[in-house]
T-cell receptor, first 113, second 107 residues
Framework: DTEVTQTPKHLVMGMTNKKSLKCEQH?????MYWYKQKAKKPPELMFV???????INESVPSRFSPECPNSSLLNLHLHALQPEDSALYLC????????????FGEGSRLTVL | GIQVEQSPPDLILQEGANSTLRCNFS?????LQWFHQNPWGQLINLFYIPSGTKQNGRLSATTVATERYSLLYISSSQTTDSGVYFCAVVAGNQFYFGTGTSLTVIP
């Protein structure tokens, strides 16, 4: 069983919809990450939260909006997405930013119509 | 940033065969992990191995940090080993992923 849980596992949305992806970890980790992955490519870093503060934003378009309500939770709010945003979105956590083993959730597969 | 290259990019094996996957990195790293991404997309941790050799069942890994490479050995491959294998290194306070090796094991 993965110790990082993501919901939903699958999401289909139109370009005008607003939706959110959710991630939770109970390992006491203080760094949480959002990655975007296209088929057979490595995960691409989007955002890093360290001690609940946004540490890295890899020039991600504003239609993606991260939120870290507390040390266990990480959300990704989606609005006005484009079809090219269709991808697997992966949440991960580690003991601290760039420190310790990185653990991934099962991912949320997003399709934008 | 650091460059992480994996080879081969694609590999097809008959069930029961052995294989070696390689991960080269361009600079000193603080740590290294190997992952298996299954066909459903989940990234499964295989090894957390900054240096030395570890074994877990049919899989083993060796990292030679001074020479900037790591090897993942898969013995007696099974169809369930199919998927994409990624290495990831830590440099500074960031994780950098390799280019991946796509493995297909045929019965």
């Amino acid at each position: 069983d993965t110790e990082v849980t993501q919901t939903p596992k699958h999401l289909v949305m139109g370009m005008t919809n607003k939706k959110s992806l959710k991630c939770e970890q109970h390992m006491g980790h203080r760094a949480m990450y959002w990655y975007k992955q296209k088929a057979k490519k490595p995960p691409e870093l989007m955002f890093v939260y360290s001690y609940e503060k946004l540490s890295i934003n890899e020039s991600v378009p504003s239609r993606f909006s991260p939120e870290c309500p507390n040390s266990s939770l990480l959300n990704l709010h989606l609005h006005a997405l484009q079809p090219e945003d269709s991808a697997l979105y992966l949440c991960a956590s580690s003991h601290a930013q760039g420190n310790g083993e990185l653990f991934f959730g099962e991912g949320s597969r997003l399709t934008v119509l | 940033g650091i460059q992480v290259e994996q080879s081969p990019p694609d590999l097809i094996l008959q069930e029961g065969a052995n294989s070696t996957l390689r991960c080269n990195f361009s600079d000193s790293v603080n740590n290294l992990q190997w992952f298996h991404q299954n066909p459903w997309g989940q990234l499964i941790n295989l090894f957390y191995i900054p240096s030395g050799t570890k074994q877990n069942g049919r899989l083993s890994a060796t990292t030679v940090a001074t020479e900037r490479y790591s090897l993942l050995y898969i013995s007696s491959s099974q169809t369930t080993d199919s998927g994409v294998y990624f290495c990831a290194v830590v440099a500074g306070n960031q994780f950098y992923f390799g280019t991946g090796t796509s493995l297909t094991v045929i019965p």
